[in-house]
């Protein structure tokens, strides 16, 4: 037996290492708890949680599995395996050349062809999660700031803050305006910033909007960038969702923006994307950054070397992006579905009396319980959210989760499970708004 | 213009290095057994080609382990969606034993320990993230792998100490060089949090025994600091004596230990040939280490892709232990015709018996004991004898003259193309070079053509900081 000396205060670790900033204490991340301990199963376990706090697409799986059926020889490394080696061999941080011109013609495809990619600016991380952790390493110095538009994605706080040392200022958006940004708000934050001693160095835009669930308008993306141009800070448009737009002629992209001003002021914009959402792969990792800006891709490249996407995944990819019929198909059948879907949750919840914010994208809608606060206050929303929880038994996320200003806004996601599972969660919520009037009425 | 941050418009990203350099030239003609035989053969690349045979059989008989084939394609949905940062239960514990493999089972490692990141080069930057804050340090031996400046050093903002080690005892590590660094870390008021190894080494080529191993556990537990072991290249050595994994140091009877304070670091880019599939593992004693790497590996998770096929194939024990093997007969026989032909020809290396490369001693070609000097002999070697070896100061080696020399990247015949123009060169050179006490300084350069010296003097073929078009992390082409 080795012998183990009795330990000193342990060696301290890092301050990064210590802090509360991976955000893992919000509750975003605690309603999964109660999932993980009662999770819902059709057969199962009818009555346990229904995860709807999890951003994840499972409406159009078949499609990549016909497609993987169907060219199973090309996907993977054919028969005898002749590409494997170098396809294992492969690290070059550029990422292979198949796979980047395949994510570009993907990326203009979701756009309608309204924007082209060039496959050289595109820079490759594991997920979106690194993507925009390494855009904040680029843009930013430890103690500066990003504004962020509230309400926001909750896992921001850990990739733009924990190991960059970088801060977030609220952009405040609300409901009077269904939460768009406004160049009041914008220069409101900055100069919040200001006054905290915090150097602005960009702003970073999720569009469609996390958890919105709707699209950033043309006037409003010109106005945001106007905005960092005066500044003179960089733009970063998180457009993780772009191919999750129901319609497609109502998603504008940022680099639509900036081709109709013939690129000027291109160099300060960064776009991040990612194939966790529309193509429903979180698990393969695989993250973009496109720059305008050169000096930002070669950067990023080199820190891609931190993060890289495993060839193996890059290789299958680059032939399933690569068949044109395969992702035209893909994109309209998947917006359908999606559609499908919000239709289907929008119209259940108004039928048990529950309203939500006009959404055309993504994978969840933006519902409006502030009627049945206690208190308009975060405490109120969180004892709401508590009951939810443990009495109706969903997992939803929390508003404030989302630093939303306004309590009493929660995010349900709706295309993580099958239809019949939403129709289960419906009824809950449902039964639990007749159980409601019923005590008002009674009271 | 809008600006970038510190850290983006500093070197931190080491590119600059001439470890980099060399891949200009060989990316700008490379070698081609036919279509370009003169070409520039890449020996700087410590890649391991020499098992793929035996990975393709495993592959054409398990078609279950690719999620794209018929047989594999009912798991697809399932993987695609599995982004826990825990990891696959499966895939891990497949790699644990891996890992108790390559170590004879000697020891066992707990799959729960097991945390990922995005290849070794994610993992180094994640515990440095963990362990130290930025102005903090870690003690690095020389030399040692370049990327250790850009991996521990560009975004965390931690500091590199080298403890100095010289040829007179092979570069082994002394509890006093451990001291001086200590000392001259403090002098220089730098906070040290932990010494990094790599072992068996990079680009030394050996492995470190017992008695040193023991000694920087003590000093470590002495100073109250980490030690954090890389030990990326443990299934390659092919040859006695056998490997002590620092996993086994802390079993012992009379060995003294916090273990709070042993990590490890791995990867199966070395030992299986996978660099582009990105399988990075910490594997920390510490129960907050564990816990915050598993944090912050959502930053370079595996592709649950890969994870998938890992966890297949590593959890196969028949093909891992003639995998075991296999890979140590071919680095064994690849490694001792390489330094047999090379004593051929009076080049000596130091004696090693692992990694996939050789460490080998130019000194004596060596106009003048600089490294000036040392620079001039690898462009000749580059341009001349057209190979792309990595020179000693880009490991920070203290000593002019030692140059690391991969020999596991490429097939039988491209070796000896690599080895009859050593060979060709040395013979040449030999016959120029005058014994030192004889000679006047014009004579002790070596042959240099006309052409080949204004070559040199060009701007942009010399200069270090010239910017590559291209990743010098390109695939070998053989």
């Not at chain 1, 998603?251 to 690129?263: C, D, G, M, T, W």
């Not at chain 2, 515990?127 to 370049?146: I, K, M, Q, R, S």
């Amino acid at each position: 037996m080795a012998i183990e000396i009795e330990k000193p205060s342990s060696v301290r670790l890092s301050k990064v290492a210590i802090s509360k900033t991976h955000g893992e204490d919000s509750p975003y991340f605690a309603g999964w708890k109660a999932y993980d301990e009662n999770p819902y199963d059709e057969i199962h376990n009818q009555s346990g949680v229904i995860q709807m706090g999890l951003a994840e697409n499972q409406v159009s799986f078949d499609l990549l599995e016909k497609y993987l059926e169907e060219h199973h020889e090309v996907s993977s490394w054919g028969k005898g395996a002749p590409g494997f080696r170098e396809n294992a061999l492969f690290q070059d941080y550029h990422g292979l050349k198949s796979f980047r011109q395949a994510m570009a013609n993907f990326m203009e495809q979701i756009r309608g062809g309204k924007a082209k990619f060039d496959p050289d600016r595109i820079v490759l991380t594991a997920g979106a999660t690194a993507a925009n952790e390494l855009l904040t390493f680029i843009l930013a110095d430890p103690g500066d700031a990003l504004l962020v538009p509230t309400p926001y994605y909750p896992g921001f706080d850990r990739d733009l803050r924990w190991r960059t040392g970088v801060k977030i200022v609220p952009i405040h958006c609300n409901s009077s305006n269904n939460f768009q940004i406004t160049p009041e708000a914008l220069e409101a934050a900055y100069q919040s910033a200001e006054s905290m001693d915090l150097k602005v160095r960009g702003v970073l835009i999720t569009n469609p909007s996390n958890p919105l669930g709707s699209t950033i308008q043309s006037s409003v993306l010109n106005d945001i960038l106007d905005f960092a141009v005066h500044k003179n800070i960089h733009l970063v448009s998180d457009e993780i969702y772009s191919g999750s737009t129901f319609s497609p002629s109502e998603f504008v992209s940022i680099a639509e923006i900036l081709r109709n001003r013939n690129y000027k002021d291109a160099e300060r914009v960064h776009i991040v994307y990612s194939l966790s959402k529309d193509l429903g792969l979180p698990g393969f990792r695989v993250g973009t950054i496109y720059s305008y800006n050169d000096d930002v891709v070669t950067t990023a490249r080199r820190m891609s070397s931190f993060t890289l996407i495993s060839s193996q995944t890059q290789h299958l990819l680059a032939c399933m992006l690569s068949n044109h019929e395969f992702t035209q198909n893909y994109i309209k059948t998947n917006r359908e579905r999606l559609n499908k879907r919000y239709d289907m949750i929008i119209q259940g919840l108004k039928k048990a009396g529950i309203e939500c914010l006009k959404g055309n994208a993504g994978l969840f809608c933006w519902m409006n319980l502030s009627p049945l606060l206690n208190e308009p206050t975060r405490q109120g929303e969180l004892e709401l959210w508590n009951i939810i929880l443990n009495q109706v038994k969903l997992n939803i996320s929390p508003g404030s989760s989302c630093h939303c200003s306004e309590p009493g806004w929660f995010r349900v996601c709706f295309a993580n499970m099958s239809e019949q599972t939403l129709r289960v969660a419906l009824q809950r919520i449902h039964k639990f708004m007749e159980q409601r009037k019923v005590c008002s009425v009674n009271q | 213009m809008v600006a970038m941050s510190k850290i983006a418009t500093g070197n931190g990203h080491g590119e600059n290095s001439p470890y980099f350099d060399g891949w200009k030239a060989y990316e700008t003609n490379p070698f081609h057994p036919t279509e370009r035989p003169e070409g520039v053969i890449q020996m700087g690349l410590a890649e391991n080609q020499l098992c793929f045979n035996l990975i393709k059989n495993w592959l054409i008989k398990h078609p279950e382990a690719s999620l794209c084939t018929p047989q594999g394609v009912n798991k697809f949905k399932e993987t695609a969606l599995f982004q826990d940062y825990h990891g696959m239960p499966e895939f891990r514990q497949a790699v644990a034993k891996f890992m108790g493999k390559v170590r004879g089972d000697r020891v066992k490692f707990d799959p729960d320990r097991i945390v990922m990141s995005g290849g070794a080069t994610g993992a180094h930057e994640m515990v440095a993230f963990c362990l130290a804050d930025p102005g903090e340090a870690f003690l690095v031996p020389t030399p040692y792998y370049p990327g250790f400046d850009r991996d521990l050093k560009w975004r965390t903002g931690v500091e590199l100490v080298p403890v100095n080690c010289e040829s007179y005892n092979n570069f082994k590590i002394t509890r006093n060089a451990l001291e001086a660094a200590y000392v001259k870390a403090q002098e220089a008021n730098l906070r040290v949090k932990g010494l990094l190894i790599t072992n068996p080494s990079n680009p030394l080529g050996t492995i470190l025994d017992r008695d040193t191993l023991k000694s920087m556990v003590r000093f470590i537990n002495d100073k109250n600091i980490h030690l954090i072991g890389d030990e990326i290249y443990a299934a390659t050595v092919f040859m006695e004596p056998e490997f002590v994994s620092i996993s086994e140091i802390i079993e012992e009877e009379d060995v003294e230990c916090n273990r709070d304070l042993i990590h490890i670091v791995y990867s199966l880019s070395k030992d299986m040939g996978f660099p582009g599939f990105r399988v990075g593992i910490v594997y920390s004693y510490n129960d907050s280490v564990v816990s915050c790497a598993r944090k912050m590996s959502s930053f370079g998770l595996v592709s649950s892709q890969t994870q998938h096929l890992i966890a297949s194939m590593l959890s196969d024990g028949e093909f891992v232990d003639n995998f075991i093997t296999e890979n140590k007969e071919l680095l064994f026989k690849r490694h001792k015709y390489f330094t047999w032909s090379l004593s051929q020809v009076g080049i000596g290396c130091l004696k090693g018996n692992s990694g996939l490369f050789i460490w080998m001693d130019l000194r004596k070609l060596l106009k003048e004991k600089t490294f000036a000097a040392e620079m001039e002999l690898w462009r000749v070697i580059i341009n001349e004898v057209k190979l792309n070896v990595s020179p000693g100061s880009s490991f920070h080696c203290e000593e002019p003259g030692w140059f690391r020399v991969c020999f596991a990247n490429m097939d039988d015949h491209t070796m000896k193309v690599a080895l009859l123009r050593i060979r060709t060169f040395v013979l040449k050179n030999n016959e120029a070079m005058v014994p030192l006490k004889l000679c006047r300084p014009s004579s002790l350069k070596l042959s240099l053509s006309r052409s080949l010296s204004r070559r040199m003097e060009a701007p942009g073929i010399m200069s270090p900081h010239s910017p590559l078009p291209q990743s010098p992390l390109v695939r070998a082409r053989t």
